[in-house]
């Protein structure tokens, strides 16, 4: 189906293992997003990428890695999950022009114990 | 700094009550305002994007309009179905990648 995926939608882990959470979309857009979301803070930005082998950060990179080897595919990993890790994480994908409308995947759910 | 502030942080609706959600807004040279709706345990849903002051766009029992500073977005005789929390974001020329949200409205349409 077209559109943007996530997977897997839920991930129990514990301290210190390695999590890598997939995002994959069928739009061939540039720009591609992770994000995660919590209670009182809303969407805030992890990583993004412009296009493939293109990455930044964003505003809370911190324990986090990604990488673009595809257009479709922008994966997030977590090289030593924490407990503060505990989210649920949004990809996000958008076309070039600026102002462009992001469009989110379902969510992964993480539990870090 | 840019920044979003939705209010109210939560409403509660009788089924047909109308009513406003607002999204007020700090850009930079703003580029798109977004509105979302998020049901529980689901990601962001695109509703509306605005450009311009004075741009309204409608979908079924959604109205949402811009000014300079805010954005409103008027809810015609709710449904239960329309509960849900209702997210608004910027972008603006700070970045091509930076979107601000904010932390939502929840809404809630009592039968």
């Known amino acids: 189906d077209a559109g943007i995926t996530q997977s897997p939608r839920y991930k129990i882990t514990e301290t210190g293992r390695q999590v890598t959470l997939m995002c994959h979309q069928t739009?061939?857009?540039?720009?591609m997003f992770w994000y995660r979301q919590d209670l009182g803070h809303g969407l805030r930005l992890i990583y993004y990428?412009?296009?493939?082998?293109?990455?930044d950060k964003g505003e809370v990179p911190d324990g986090y890695v990604v990488s673009r080897s595809k257009t479709e595919n922008f994966p997030l990993t977590l090289e030593s999950a924490t407990r503060s890790q505990t989210s649920v994480y949004f990809c996000?994908?958008?076309?070039?022009?600026?102002?462009?409308?992001?469009?989110f995947g379902p969510g992964t759910r993480l539990l870090v114990l | 700094e840019d920044q979003v502030t939705q209010s109210p942080e939560a409403l509660r609706l009788q089924e047909g009550e109308s009513s406003s959600l607002n999204c007020s807004y700090t850009?930079?040279?703003?580029?798109?305002l977004f509105w979302y709706r998020q049901d529980p345990g689901k990601g962001p849903e695109f509703l509306f994007t605005l450009y311009s002051a004075g741009e309204e766009k409608e979908k079924e029992r959604l109205k949402a309009t811009l000014t300079k500073k805010e954005s409103f977005l008027h809810i015609t005789a709710p449904k239960p179905e329309d509960s849900a929390t209702y997210l608004c974001?910027?972008?603006?020329?700070?970045?091509?990648?930076?979107?601000?949200f904010g932390t939502g409205t929840r809404l809630k349409v009592l039968a």
């Open positions: 974001a910027v972008t603006g020329a700070s970045g091509t990648y930076k979107y601000i």
């Open positions: 996000a994908s958008r076309g070039d022009s600026r102002g462009e409308t992001q469009y």
């Open positions: 990428s412009a296009a493939a082998d293109i990455t």
């Open positions: 739009w061939s857009h540039s720009y």
């Open positions: 850009v930079s040279g703003l580029r798109g």
